[in-house]
């Protein structure tokens, strides 16, 4: 499995890196921001735009005893019921949702995290489906998703080698052909050093399918660093104002930040590129400026090339210097003035000769 295909866009070794982004909570409760917040993912130049489908109580329990309260972090003092209600993309929405990334020729699919989550997608035609972090250890999820027939992108953060393993089997027993992976620190936001991007080439030779980079990191340094280790896939928050005061917005990209990610990421595929020990074209005007084999004497045929009267330097329209040590000695064919480039009729050279 060397690619996988979304919506008509091959993804995979060989193709752009694909670049979604995360609209998350980033709409703050507004329709309308999250309508502005699509049209801000085609203007940056994003491949997709990905939603989350829950509801508070599809993700965890309306239930107050400690299990159930934040400590620490972003979201501290918070309890989950909460913050997901907070959190969460209103189901009411998802057509209007669907339909404007229609609209705007983008492509739009979700994450679900449970059976009717995926009956919603399914409804919309959604045309592929991500598995977050957090439900990589959900077994009986990534097969029902597999079912569907659809490409399935599973996020790794957190998850160990045996339970990404475990994901994957579930995903492919339970039919999924069009896997791709992402690797990914669930930390909110994560720094660069923990990200060990080298683990990218490893998973794709490991499990043979693309893979691709879930950056929660605050700028985008690592994600475009990641694409020259192999990510096929950039997955990145954005939001319209980092300090807007949403649940993921001080983690999140704005969006001029994610147009400079959307070039980065693409200027660093290009230069990928292939082996290749040619002459590029951007060199060619500057070829004439290597050194070469030039006269320092004015010199009469028949006399003898010494080792004084030529010189390595540049520019390069002479022999190249590696014949220098051929040239001296020989008797020129010709005069030769004072600072002319050696040339091989100079010195009776023959083409076998140089």
Aim: proline share 6%; glycine share 8%.
């Amino acid at each position: 499995m060397t690619q996988i295909t979304i919506a008509g866009r091959a993804i995979g070794p060989g193709h752009p890196p694909y670049v979604i982004a995360e609209l998350s909570a980033n709409h703050n409760g507004d329709l309308a921001q999250a309508l502005r917040i699509i049209d801000a993912a085609v203007e940056a130049g994003a491949d997709a735009v990905k939603i989350q489908t829950y509801r508070p109580d599809t993700i965890t329990l309306d239930a107050h005893g400690p299990d159930f309260q934040i400590t620490g972090g972003l979201w501290d003092g918070k309890r989950l019921y909460d913050l997901y209600d907070w959190a969460h993309t209103p189901w009411e929405w998802h057509e209007a949702l669907f339909a404007h990334a229609r609209a705007r020729g983008i492509t739009m699919f979700s994450s679900p995290f449970d059976a009717t989550a995926v009956d919603l997608l399914e409804n919309l035609d959604a045309p592929a489906y991500k598995i977050a972090s957090f439900e990589a250890v959900d077994l009986p999820l990534i097969r029902l998703v597999a079912g569907k027939g659809k490409p399935m992108i599973i996020s790794t953060g957190m998850a160990d080698l045996s339970e990404i393993t475990e994901a994957v089997d579930a995903a492919q027993a339970g039919g999924c052909t069009q896997l791709a992976l992402l690797h990914c620190v669930s930390g909110y936001p994560a720094p660069a050093s923990d990200y060990n991007l080298a683990t990218l080439a490893d998973m794709a030779t490991r499990f043979g399918v693309p893979v691709g980079l879930s950056d929660h990191t605050l700028d985008n340094t690592t994600a475009i660093a990641s694409v020259a280790l192999g990510a096929c896939i950039i997955e990145k928050h954005l939001t319209l104002d980092r300090t807007g005061g949403g649940p993921d917005d001080s983690f999140s990209l704005e969006p001029v930040q994610f147009a400079a990610l959307c070039q980065g990421a693409w200027a660093a595929w290009q230069a990928v590129g292939q082996v290749d020990y040619a002459r590029q074209s951007s060199e060619a005007g500057n070829a004439q400026f290597r050194r070469s084999l030039y006269f320092v004497k004015a010199l009469r045929a028949g006399d003898v090339i010494t080792a004084d009267a030529v010189r390595s330097v540049r520019p390069g329209f002479g022999l190249a210097p590696k014949y220098l040590d051929t040239v001296v000695g020989r008797v020129l064919h010709r005069d030769v003035a004072l600072n002319s480039p050696v040339l091989p009729e100079d010195a009776g050279l023959l083409p076998g000769d140089t």
